[in-house]
């Protein structure tokens, strides 16, 4: 069975740190990305990275988001530093190749 189990939201003050981490299991899959949706906004792209290593982030992340893979775990990460109110959303895991499968999402709540 295809799944994504995601991991790591949560509070944090404006300026803090998270890591979101997403497993995938079932499959490999050649790009896998993170996308969020904020309250009353729609799912946006956040970042998203190929198997080879080629990432793409949305321009409101660049330089404070980073996103990377592990290949061997199937897994992919989202460090986001200096966070800031604006980031506060359900981020959603997302990993596409013959298949496009969505994470059930993890909170970030940035508190001012």
């Known amino acids: 069975q295809v799944q994504l189990v995601e991991s790591g939201g949560g509070l944090v003050q404006a300026g803090g740190s998270l890591r979101l981490s997403c497993k995938a299991s079932?499959?490999?899959?050649?790009?896998m990305g993170w996308y969020r949706q904020a309250p009353g906004k729609q799912r946006e792209s956040v970042a998203t990275?190929?198997?080879?290593?080629?990432?793409n982030y949305a321009d409101s992340v660049k330089g404070r988001f980073t996103i990377s893979r592990d290949n061997a775990k199937n897994t992919v990460y989202l460090q986001m530093n200096s966070l800031n109110p604006e980031d506060t959303a359900v981020y959603y895991c997302?990993?596409?190749?013959?298949?496009?499968?969505w994470g059930k999402g993890t909170l970030v709540t940035v508190s001012s």
């Open positions: 997302n990993a596409r190749d013959v298949m496009d499968v």
């Open positions: 079932g499959n490999f899959f050649r790009i």
């Open positions: 990275i190929t198997s080879g290593g080629s990432t």
